[in-house]
Structure formats: C-alpha cells, structure tokens
C-alpha cells in the first residue's frame, strides 16, 4: 500500500517537492473559516485529527514529532484538534504537549466519551462520567470545547450526561459521531430529536454517502459537522499513486493530493471542520494549504469526482 510518506519519497525532488515549497509558501495565507451553526463562533476550516499514526506515535516513548506536530500547526494557524480516549494515550500525551509549548489556550479541544456495554444503567454512566473527568484531566481544562458521543455508544445516557455538562457550562458544545455507514439511520434520528451542535462523521470523495442526507440534514438543523478520514485514512493516496495532480486544479488552489482531497471535502456548505490525522510536521502545512486560497465549485467538485471514479479502486487490506 502506497503511504502519503511513500508516495512523497518517491517523487521528492520533483513535482512534489515544488508542491510542499508552494504548501509553505501558502501558509502566508489566511485560513478559510466555517461559523459553528448554533453560535456563530468561527473556527478554521481544517483542523488536526489524533487518530491512527498519531496515536500509534503517542503510545511510544519518543513523543517528539508530536511536539513538532502540534507545534507546527498553531503556529499556522490550525486549532481545532480532534481526539478520543480510544485513540491511545492521544489525549494524555496532546494535553501534556500543549501544556508544555504553552499552546493550551490556543487549541479548540474536542473529544469523546464512550463507554456502552459496561453493564448498562448506572454503572454505564458512572463509567461515562469517570471517563469525561480523566479527558478534562488528560487535556489540563476546566472547561473542554467540545465532546461528542464517540460511534453513538448509548446516546439517552452519555448525551444526556454531556447535555447536564453543557447546561453546568463545563462543556461549550456537545455531539455525536459515528464512522459507520450502518449506523447513519440512528444518526439521523438523533440530529432530529436532540439538540446537538456537532456530528462528526466520515466523509472523502470516494466515500460521498452522507451527502444524500446527513449532510443536507445537518444544514437544516443547523449542526456543526466535522469530517473524519478525508483521506480514507490512506486507501486514497494508494489510490492515485505516482499520478501527478491534474494541472486544472491549479485553478482553486490545489498542488498536493492532500489539498485536493482536504478542498474537495470543505467545499461542502455543511462541513464545518476537516480533521486529516498525521504524526509529521511535514503534512501540516500541505493539510492546512487545503484550507486556504479558494474552494473547488460544484461543477468543479462533479470533475473530480469523475476523475478519481475513473481510477482504479485501492486494493483491499
């Protein structure tokens, strides 16, 4: 499987290599930013995941491209920063980090609580709320941004217990989230009956499901949304290969696989944030450029559709 890492590797030295320059370059930009629908606070459109090589990097004892990571990106411009305590010792070892750079004040912290199935009723929501205490802890805050009900895991408890923490004004926004296409009636349901200000769902330009009604639903009830997996986690990049970007998406911006990935998501009115994950200070100023300049069209978006639906589809595993 072709990695992002891989892919620029093999092409260092060329195109790439000018691309990344243009990515630094780009920073010079201001970032794009989306309102939060139930408040008007405006945050940047492309934020930072902790999930998969992150949190891989965070349970080992050399934290230091992580410092470099977090570092690099508020020093850019990024806040938004997206973790769970499923993610590994992520919360723990981001807390810790930003606590450290004095950065802690800068980021917009979201996470997650879930913990269904531990026996039901209340020992479920003594779980949950031991659980949402060690986040406040691991992330050094009083008062956290926002934590959303990670893959809908008992959603009358755990978001009834997020719905008290908000009114008490220890969290300033609440949600649910899921990444499973199987669970998108249930989420559907939920955004209609609950008050939330955030869904975090999995949306890339192969995997467009949530815009037949999610995404659409999300705008009506005005909810926040933000986009895990632009990448699909890497089955995109192995997808597209040693393949150049194409020169006509030069026209809104786009020089990296990751900008056209990242633009084509944030192109949608409804996306609130786009959170890629990475563990290289490298990818920041590539992810971030994806968030800066101009945004593809629809008719634009229908192209590259066309154009990576004519690729070979990633080979599974």
């Known amino acids: 499987m072709l990695t992002r890492r891989e892919w620029i590797n093999l092409t260092l030295g060329t195109s790439a290599a000018l691309a990344f320059d243009r990515a630094s370059l780009s920073a010079q930009q201001p970032m794009i930013m989306r309102a939060i629908p139930s408040s008007g606070e405006k945050v940047p459109i492309v934020g930072l995941g902790s999930s998969a090589t992150f949190s891989q990097v965070a349970r080992g004892e050399d934290v230091t491209a992580l410092r470099e ?3 690099a990106f508020t020093d850019q411009g990024g806040t938004v920063f997206d973790t769970a305590p499923s993610y ?20 917009f912290w979201a996470t ?11 020992a479920d929501a ?27 895991g008992d959603v009358p ?29 249930a989420l559907e349901t939920i955004m209609r009956n609950e008050p939330l200000d955030f869904i975090g769902i999995d949306y890339a330009i192969d995997n467009r499901e949530v815009e037949a009604t999610i995404l659409p639903l999300a705008q009506q009830r005005k909810i926040g949304v933000l986009v895990y997996v632009p990448f699909g986690r890497t089955r995109l990049f192995t997808r597209v290969g040693d393949r150049p970007v194409p020169d006509w998406a030069k ?7 990751a900008q056209f990935f990242i633009k084509f998501v944030a ?17 920041i100023a590539d992810n971030l450029a994806g968030g800066r300049g101009t945004l593809p069209d629809e008719a634009t978006r229908t192209k590259m559709i066309a154009f990576v639906d004519g690729l070979p589809a990633a080979a599974a595993g």
Do not use: C, M
């Open 69 to 71: 990571v977090l570092k």
């Open 88 to 107: 590994g010792a992520s919360e723990e070892v981001s807390g810790r980090l930003a606590g450290e750079l004095g950065i802690t004040d800068k980021v």
């Open 112 to 122: 997650k609580v879930n913990v269904a199935g531990r026996g039901g009723g209340g």
């Open 126 to 152: 003594a779980a949950a709320r031991a659980q949402i205490e060690a986040s406040f802890t691991k992330l050094k805050k009083q008062k956290l941004d926002l934590i959303q009900v990670h893959n809908l």
């Open 157 to 185: 408890t755990q978001l009834g217990i997020l719905k008290a923490l908000k009114q008490e004004g220890r969290v300033r926004y609440i949600g649910v989230t899921t990444t499973n296409e199987g669970q998108y009636a």
């Open 251 to 257: 026209a809104f911006g786009a020089t990296t696989w």
């Open 267 to 283: 192109a949608h009115p409804a996306v609130t944030v786009v959170t890629p994950a990475t563990s290289q200070a490298r990818h």
